[in-house]
């Protein structure tokens, strides 16, 4: 009713599509409308992969969720406190980076962000509560590409995206042209 939705609705039942409608815009600085093939930022829903790469590991024996970071990052602040599990759960106290000064216009790799991140104070003793962690995931995408030996938009094409058949999924680096971007 306010015309603040932007994106792509579809209700299926099974593989039949009984309502697919775009709303919005994709840019509305170029009056460009949303369509099905607009490539829209998913944001924080990243996550849902991230944890998935993160089991995909796990289950290939290559991590544990008890584990310690220490393994991969021997100098972050309680590094042998905080497990695999912690930052999945948003148990590890690790802090939010500073995203002015990151600026993620300017790419920057996953160590360059972890640079960021150690330099600042945990928020409480790891496991001891919870509280929402964006740092803590750019952590767990570290500790993907240190595992992995691939970096981390790699090994979830090669393992997720394409095995899922995922076509349009990916991520956004700003690094390239993007034909629709949102």
Do not use: C
């Not at 990243?46 to 024996?61: C, D, N």
């Amino acid at each position: 009713a306010n015309n603040n939705f932007s994106g792509n609705v579809i209700v299926a039942k099974g593989d039949k599509i009984l309502f697919g409608k775009s709303y919005g815009r994709a840019n509305y600085e170029w009056n460009i409308p949303q369509s099905f093939d607009t490539k829209i930022k998913i944001a924080s829903v990243t996550k849902t992969f991230t944890s998935a790469a993160i089991l995909i590991l796990v289950k290939q024996g290559k991590l544990s969720l008890t584990q310690t970071i220490d393994t991969f990052i021997s100098d972050f602040p309680s590094a042998h406190k905080i497990t695999i599990e912690y930052l999945l759960k948003h148990m590890a106290g690790i802090p939010n980076p500073d995203y002015v000064k990151l600026n993620f216009r300017h790419h920057l790799r996953n160590d360059e962000i972890l640079e960021t991140i150690k330099s600042k104070p945990l928020l409480f003793e790891p496991g001891t509560r919870d509280s929402y962690s964006n740092g803590g995931y750019f952590v767990l995408a570290y500790i993907i590409e240190k595992v992995s030996g691939k970096s981390y938009d790699r090994f979830l094409r090669e393992n997720i995206f394409q095995p899922l058949r995922m076509r349009n999924s990916g991520s956004d680096t700003y690094r390239e042209l993007l034909a629709n971007r949102a």
